[in-house]
């Protein structure tokens, strides 16, 4: 089972980019790599996935090297808004196997 | 838009009650998790279920069942409720070949 270990926390600016990184040294071949978003009192939400290489969509991008055995989730120009914490998953896909998440990384924006 | 419904938001119980936790997706979705989430500790997963009437241990299993009757529906059971169970307990869904995850908005069970 893919273990993932991520900062425990952040700081940043609004306007500036961050970047998180999540390492699982273990990752296996099938595995995917996902992030999440989570808000206080709310499930966390899904923000983006990939397996190698970068993936980008509108809120993010995902930056995997071609060992995979870290991943770089960056937000560009953050606001007020994306403080949050956020969790890095690593899985199979096939559902048959546990997804078990990582303590995630609590990043705090400041005006 | 995937919906999961959490039967209820907040929860109150007593101490040896029996409490059931209901879970609904609305998308089709095979796998259906439960996941358990205290201040500090990130979500720990307790069940999980593939298919109808399957189900798998995760991390934390002890003092949990659940039952999965229905695709759409899955369950958690506390067959006798103790205050080391007070949480906020987070369901979710997702299709077979992805780890896109659809959570409900969590219920907060408080055992007293």
């Known amino acids: 089972l893919a273990k993932t270990t991520q900062p425990i926390s952040m700081d940043s600016y609004e306007g500036q980019e961050v970047n998180i990184t999540c390492s699982h040294n273990?990752?296996?071949?099938?595995?995917?790599i996902t992030w999440y978003q989570q808000f206080p009192s709310q499930g966390p939400r899904f923000i983006i996935q990939?397996?190698?290489t970068k993936v980008t969509n509108e809120v993010a991008s995902l930056f995997i090297p071609a060992d995979r055995k870290s991943s770089t989730l960056s937000l560009p120009r953050v606001s007020l808004s994306d403080t949050a914490v956020y969790y890095c998953?690593?899985?199979?896909?096939?559902?048959?196997?546990?997804?078990?998440f990582g303590s995630g990384t609590r990043l705090q924006v400041q005006p | 838009d995937v919906k999961v419904t959490q039967s209820s938001r907040y929860l109150v119980k007593r101490t040896g009650e029996k409490v059931f936790l209901e879970c609904v997706q609305d998308?089709?979705?095979?796998?259906m998790f439960w996941y358990r989430q205290d201040p500090g500790l990130g979500l720990r997963l307790i069940y999980f279920s593939y298919d109808v009437k399957m189900k798998e241990k995760g991390d934390i299993p002890e003092g949990y069942s659940v039952s999965r009757e229905k695709k759409e529906r899955f369950s958690l059971i506390l067959e006798s409720a103790s205050t080391n169970q007070t949480s906020m307990y987070l369901c979710a869904s997702s299709l077979l070949g992805g780890e896109k995850l659809f959570f409900g908005s969590g219920t907060q069970l408080s055992v007293l």
């Open positions: 998953l690593v899985g199979d896909g096939t559902g048959r196997r546990a997804l078990t």
């Open positions: 998308m089709d979705h095979e796998n």
């Open positions: 990939g397996y190698k």
């Open positions: 273990n990752i296996a071949t099938n595995d995917y």
